[in-house]
């Protein structure tokens, strides 16, 4: 959730003509007016969310070969090429938004960093369904963050994300590249959590003790986002002995004293000693450890799953929030039932194992029985993280990625 200007609002239209782009015009000729106001409650606090409903902020990243060769020269965020793939991604949105009978209001914004942004919100021709999301320069990609959403509201979206996002990136030549950016996903700290320690304290070992399957099944990269068990022994000796404190005297911590402990005894380096080193981890807790004025509010702290590789479709980013939720309620249950802490017991294997074609056998049998604990028991949906081929690595993938592996 950046923090941006906003530098006024533009009703962009496809230089095409359609038949939605003709009904849309007519209703404005009348006189009709899009109401946008539910596309504006970009808070956690202020949706009305269920209680309990955990929501997730989804970063998706799209990119291109040119845009990769200019930045690997430069260094140079918004370059000439960035910023060209930037005009055609819009101009893409907005003619499948008409295609689909919806609206899309652009909202060209300048974000902390001083990069021109693009808030577009979406809704329905008489401004229902709205939600948004944003495009934006990070090095070497194109980021769309999205509107902070629960699974129900994903999954009701989903032919919508494909189309408004996943397609139009595709049509503007820019597609997921493996270790490029990547498939971020902020998980609400206040549901997720609960703001009991014993939850939170297990979802960090549990993501750690399964990171293989993220960083090398799914291509995440271990560089921008290493697991624990990656990082110097003197980081992994230091997680032991906190978590040993933590379950002699549970009641002398909180969810934020346990993550200011996490991030000054273990992620205080990284796997490539990159800046700053509590930002570049498999599990980000950033916006759970910067409080106070100047930092996060409540509705605003989050735990970043960092470690996913890109998503190649919408019903992709779907499953792994409903994989997230359904693994968060297996945490709470064992939890309420009294049974012990978690132990520590990463899945390690070599690091080559995440540029390899196909997933080892060990990596698909613990990924399945990932799964079967976390309460699925039908896991064909989940075939296209399995890798029987893919592309070489530091290729390009092609958009719809997951529809060429059936």
């Known amino acids: 959730m950046c923090q941006t200007l906003s530098r006024g609002i533009e009703l962009l239209w496809p230089s095409r003509t359609t038949w939605g782009g003709l009904i849309l015009y007519i209703l404005l000729l009348s006189g009709f007016q899009p109401s946008l106001a ?67 209001r652009i909202t060209a914004e300048v974000d902390a960093k001083g990069y021109d942004t693009y808030r577009i ?18 090095p070497g990609v194109i980021e769309v963050q999205m509107q902070p959403a629960t699974l129900s509201e994903l999954q009701s979206r989903q032919n919508l994300i494909q189309r408004l996002i996943f397609d139009a990136a595709d049509l503007a030549d820019l597609r997921p590249y493996m270790w490029a950016g990547g498939g971020h996903l902020h998980l609400d700290a206040r549901q997720a959590f609960g703001g009991d320690v014993r939850v939170f304290r297990d979802f960090i ?36 002995r906190l978590l040993a404190e933590v379950d002699t005297r549970p009641s002398d911590w909180r969810v934020e004293t346990l993550a200011d402990a996490i991030k000054s005894r273990v992620y205080s380096e990284t796997l490539e000693n990159w800046a700053p080193s509590d ?39 779907t499953l792994i929030a409903e994989i997230l939720e359904a693994r968060l309620k297996w945490i709470r249950r064992r939890a309420a039932r009294g049974e012990a802490p978690l132990e520590w017991n990463p899945l390690r294997l070599p690091m080559s194992t995440g540029y390899s074609t196909q997933a080892p056998p060990e990596l698909r ?36 990625f997951t529809r060429a592996l059936h």
């Not at 750690?208 to 990656?230: E, I, Y």
């Not at 930002?279 to 996913?308: C, H, S």
């Open 365 to 400: 049998e613990a990924f399945d029985e990932y799964l079967r604990e976390s309460g699925f028991r039908s896991r064909a949906r989940f075939a296209s993280f399995v890798r029987d081929k893919a592309p070489e690595p530091h290729r390009l993938c092609r958009g719809l």
């Open 38 to 104: 539910a596309a504006r409650n970009d808070t956690p606090e202020r949706r009305t969310t269920a209680p309990g409903e955990l929501l997730f902020g989804p970063e998706l990243s799209f990119t291109n070969e040119r845009i990769q060769e200019v930045h690997g020269r430069t260094r140079q965020t918004d370059s000439p090429a960035a910023v060209a793939a930037m005009g055609r991604f819009r101009q893409r949105v907005l003619e499948l938004c008409v295609d689909h009978h919806r609206v899309c």
């Open 279 to 317: 930002k570049y981890q498999f599990i980000n807790i950033t916006r759970l450890t910067q409080r106070g004025p100047r930092g996060f509010a409540a509705n605003e702290r989050t735990a970043e799953v960092r470690g996913l590789g890109p998503q190649y479709s919408a019903e992709q980013l």
């Open 205 to 240: 070992v549990d993501m750690n003790n399964h990171a293989a399957l993220f960083l090398f099944l799914m291509r995440g990269s271990p560089p921008n986002a290493p697991a624990v068990w990656m990082l110097p022994e003197a980081r992994q000796r230091s997680f032991l």
């Open 121 to 138: 919100d979406v809704s329905s021709l008489r401004g229902q369904d709205a939600w948004w999301f944003r495009l934006s320069y990070d």
